[in-house]
């Protein structure tokens, strides 16, 4: 018999008390694993600040996984170093990291790395855009 590939997924939700929300994340992945044929062997639910992702990382390092899966990118976390970092750490375990919204893009793959790239651009762009707008503000208020 063939082993299927054992797949984590992850889960995370801004604020405690939507269960809801984390459900529907949990399905979306439920079911993208059996398009797949992969075994979910464990679920990670993170609320607020990712408190469940270095646990993830861990044991994807550990070799616990073959893979991971998300429903969107941005569950992994909202920040770029923090999803090019899972992405990295996979990669050295031999592991892929998916994403439900992506269809079958693995972050790891050079493609994804090359999305990780773009998101990280992305969020340097609006950054510094944020801080040319508060220069401006603090230069039209010191105006006399």
């Known amino acids: ?43 990670y639910h993170s609320t607020g600040e990712n408190d469940r992702l270095l646990d993830l ?24 170093a923090r999803v090019a970092a899972l992405a990295d750490v996979a990669r050295k375990a031999g592991a892929a990291v998916h994403v439900v919204e992506w269809d079958d893009l693995d972050l790891t793959s050079p493609a994804g790395t090359v999305r990780l790239d773009l998101m990280a651009g992305f969020e340097d762009l609006a950054k510094e855009q944020a801080r040319a707008e508060e220069q401006v503000r603090k230069s039209w208020e010191e105006r006399p």
Request: some cysteine; overall charge negative.
């Open 1 to 43: 018999m063939i082993e299927k590939p054992r797949l984590a997924v992850y889960t995370r939700v801004a604020k405690a008390g939507n269960p809801v929300a984390q459900d529907l994340q949990h399905f979306e992945c439920w079911d993208w694993a059996e398009k797949q044929g992969m075994e979910i062997t464990e679920v």
């Open 57 to 80: 990382m861990n044991d994807i390092a550990a070799g616990k996984f073959d893979a991971v899966v998300a429903s969107q990118h941005n569950r992994y976390s909202r920040q770029a």
